[in-house]
């Protein structure tokens, strides 16, 4: 007969586990009852529960260890899906890398392309540049030539001016100022303040008894610039000479502006018709 306890584990075995073992006890049983007495088909059958017992002992570790590695399984699978999902995470990544690098590869195309029609234009300018500079430099020569001409007009104009002045002026210094004029009234250069300087009209006279430094300008037309300096060269003559200055203007023309200043500083100015 077989245990209680025997069928209830046998019972809970597997179905196709279970219709194997019975088989094998229904052929113990059958060889059992033609070769065996009772007594000893009773010690069998306790030795072969106790190999059951055995048997089921490491079928269970079986399960147990088949249930352990089914769960490392799990886990490893789990794993295994984690690291593909940050496979295809990196890979996505890397695409994204792949495509900005092929981005940054056509912008960089584009700026050497932008680079070098920038250097195309410098050069166009420099060349440019060099003409511009070739053309100021053959207008400056230019220039220069017309100064020296328009240089030497003002100066004839001038020299014409300043020669009716040495003429005409000492009868008008006389006839308006009761100015005697010692000598000739001229041109001259004169050192003032370590600087050599010309004067257009120069001379001396006599007022009463005051002695005078007779110092002018001659000019086609008296600008403000050359009045403050006439100005300052009066200052300075008369400090290193010692000698009160009479200073005059004579001109071509004056603006209104100008007359009003002149007037204003005291100064003595004649327009050129009236030398006479």
Partial sequence: MISTKLIRKISDLDPKMREVLLDLIDEVKQ??????????????????????????????????????????????AERVDQLAQRVDQLTQRVDQLAQRVDQLAEAQKKTEERLNKLAQRVDQLAEAQIRTEEEVRKLAERMSFVEER?????????????????????????????????????????????????????????????????????????????????????KKIEAQEGIKVFPIVVAHDFTPEM???????????YWSFELE
Wanted: with cysteine; charged share 30%; proline share 1%.
């Fill in 259 to 269: 007359e009003d200043r002149l007037k204003e500083l005291g100064i003595t100015y």
């Fill in 31 to 76: 060889m059992v009852g033609e070769t065996v007495k009772r007594d000893d088909f009773l010690k069998f059958v306790q030795q072969t529960n106790e190999n059951f017992n055995m048997v089921w002992a490491a079928i269970h570790e079986l399960a147990e260890a088949q249930k352990k590695t089914e769960e490392r399984l799990n886990q490893l």
């Fill in 150 to 234: 328009l240089e030497g007009i003002s100066n004839s104009v001038g020299y014409g001016l300043e020669n009716e002045t040495y003429k005409y002026l000492p009868g008008i210094l006389k006839r308006d100022f009761n100015i005697e004029v010692d000598g000739r009234l001229r041109r001259r250069y004169l050192d003032v303040g370590g600087k050599r300087i010309q004067i257009n009209i120069f001379g001396y006279g006599r007022r009463s008894d005051e002695s005078l430094m007779i110092v002018g300008e001659c000019k086609v037309r008296m600008s403000n610039k050359e009045l403050n300096t006439f100005l300052k060269r009066l």
